[in-house]
């Protein structure tokens, strides 16, 4: 099979997308306009229910994608005398491990979330209403990427520059020493404080305030922009790495928004334990030099696609390893982090 033939093109499947984009405005719907209709505290238990919920949804998809295109791809001319078993469990897969890299590649948002909540001092009942509208927006700048990726990925010189963007992303998270995050220094921040006066507190849940006349942003929805900002920079990363595992931009798009909407669960999860997953950042930094390694040689030494159950493996393995050890090792004394309290 040619592996630049795109089993789901746009032109046959927009409808796909439209009910799938209806679907996830109407989840988004039901958990700001029903779940979390009022601001409060999310809890441990909450955010485990939430994040249970999140996951079988995307479980579930994966197997109704399975069944739908071993029913599908079977009337398509374009498939005849493939085996067209094969090719839906290959979609499912591809989706599973999607699904698993932008959830991983996801971590690296909640760290900044934590930061970023806690240098514009946002209360904890305040905190789901921000990440709402983050995510929010995070799945219409994914949606323009990944539009923008799938014309890119049909010239060769492009996938290469991907790859190897990818490989020196993961030598930088692997070597690099980390910085520390300073939303004061961030040029978007400055030219938003510039075109718009800032309250000097919050003004409850509202993101804008008008005072003598004026209308002003208040510190929330500065929190939102960074935010907002972060996850571009974060997608930069993320959007390359699930074109190393599919060309399919329909499994690119789903995958991609279970991991986002299942982000603000898995924050309130695990935000208070982050500081135990030490060894993450390396699993991680390993995840995108192996799928840069896949745009880059593997594909084309396996004749044009890197088995996709080998991929999924290699990508638990690795991030398997890395929670293992930061669970397993204990940290060194020097090394413990401060309370922040």
Same mark, same amino acid.
């Given at each position: 099979?040619?592996?630049?033939?795109?089993?789901?093109?746009?032109?046959?499947?927009?409808?796909?997308?439209?009910?799938?984009?209806? @679907?996830?405005?109407?989840?988004?719907?039901?958990? +700001?306009?029903?779940?979390?209709?009022?601001?409060?505290?999310?809890?441990?238990?909450?955010?485990?229910?939430?994040?249970? &919920?999140?996951?079988? /949804?995307?479980?579930?998809?994966?197997?109704?994608?399975?069944?739908?295109?071993?029913?599908?791809?079977? +009337?398509?001319?374009?498939?005849?005398? +493939?085996?067209?078993?094969?090719?839906?469990?290959?979609? =499912?897969?591809?989706?599973?491990?999607?699904?698993?890299?932008?959830?991983?590649?996801?971590?690296?948002?909640?760290? &900044?979330?934590?930061?970023?909540?806690?240098?514009?001092?946002?209360?904890?009942?305040?905190?789901?209403?921000? /990440?709402?509208? *983050?995510? /929010? *927006? =995070?799945? !219409?700048?994914?949606?323009?990427?990944?539009?923008?990726?799938?014309?890119?990925?049909? @010239?060769?010189?492009?996938?290469?520059?991907?790859?190897? @963007? /990818?490989?020196?992303?993961?030598?930088?998270?692997?070597?690099?020493?980390? $910085?520390?995050?300073?939303? #004061? $220094?961030?040029?978007?921040?400055?030219?938003?404080?510039?075109?718009?006066?800032?309250?000097?507190?919050?003004?409850?849940?509202?993101?804008?305030?008008?005072?003598?006349?004026?209308?002003?942003?208040?510190?929330?929805? &500065?929190?939102? !922009?960074?935010?907002?900002?972060?996850?571009?920079?974060? =997608? &930069?990363?993320?959007?390359?790495?699930?074109?190393? +595992?599919?060309?399919?931009?329909?499994? !690119?798009?789903?995958?991609?928004?279970?991991?986002?909407?299942?982000?603000?669960?898995?924050?309130?999860?695990?935000?208070?334990?982050?500081? $135990?997953?030490?060894?993450?950042?390396?699993?991680? *930094?390993?995840?995108?030099?192996?799928?840069?390694?896949?745009?880059?040689?593997?594909?084309?030494? @396996?004749?044009? $696609?890197?088995?996709?159950?080998?991929?999924?493996?290699?990508?638990? !393995?690795?991030?398997?390893?890395?929670?293992?050890?930061?669970?397993?090792?204990?940290?060194?004394? #020097?090394?413990?982090?401060?309370?922040?309290?």
């Amino acid at each position: 099979m040619n592996s630049s033939l795109i089993l789901f093109p746009l032109a046959d499947y927009w409808w796909f997308y439209g009910l799938f984009t209806t @679907f996830v405005l109407g989840m988004l719907a039901l958990d +700001l306009g029903v779940f979390h209709r009022k601001a409060h505290v999310v809890s441990p238990k909450e955010a485990f229910a939430w994040t249970v &919920v999140w996951t079988s /949804l995307a479980l579930a998809f994966a197997g109704g994608l399975w069944l739908y295109a071993g029913w599908k791809l079977p +009337l398509d001319p374009r498939l005849v005398g +493939l085996d067209h078993a094969a090719l839906a469990k290959q979609t =499912a897969l591809e989706f599973l491990a999607g699904y698993v890299v932008e959830a991983s590649l996801s971590v690296d948002n909640i760290f &900044v979330f934590v930061v970023v909540l806690g240098y514009f001092a946002v209360p904890p009942a305040l905190q789901h209403r921000v /990440l709402f509208f *983050g995510i /929010l *927006g =995070a799945l !219409v700048f994914r949606a323009i990427f990944i539009s923008l990726g799938s014309v890119l990925m049909q @010239f060769h010189w492009v996938i290469l520059v991907f790859g190897g @963007f /990818l490989i020196l992303t993961g030598l930088k998270i692997l070597f690099a020493p980390e $910085k520390p995050i300073e939303p #004061e $220094k961030n040029p978007i921040i400055r030219l938003l404080r510039r075109l718009m006066p800032v309250t000097p507190a919050l003004e409850g849940d509202r993101f804008f305030s008008r005072i003598g006349g004026v209308w002003h942003a208040t510190p929330l929805f &500065v929190c939102l !922009v960074f935010i907002e900002f972060s996850d571009i920079v974060f =997608a &930069v990363d993320s959007v390359p790495a699930i074109f190393a +595992l599919t060309r399919e931009p329909l499994v !690119v798009f789903t995958s991609n928004a279970f991991a986002i909407m299942g982000l603000r669960s898995m924050f309130f999860l695990l935000a208070g334990v982050m500081h $135990k997953f030490r060894f993450l950042k390396y699993g991680l *930094g390993f995840v995108l030099m192996f799928v840069g390694l896949k745009m880059v040689w593997l594909n084309e030494a @396996f004749g044009g $696609k890197f088995p996709i159950v080998w991929s999924l493996g290699i990508i638990a !393995v690795l991030l398997g390893a890395a929670i293992g050890a930061s669970l397993l090792i204990p940290a060194r004394p #020097e090394t413990t982090p401060r309370s922040t309290s």
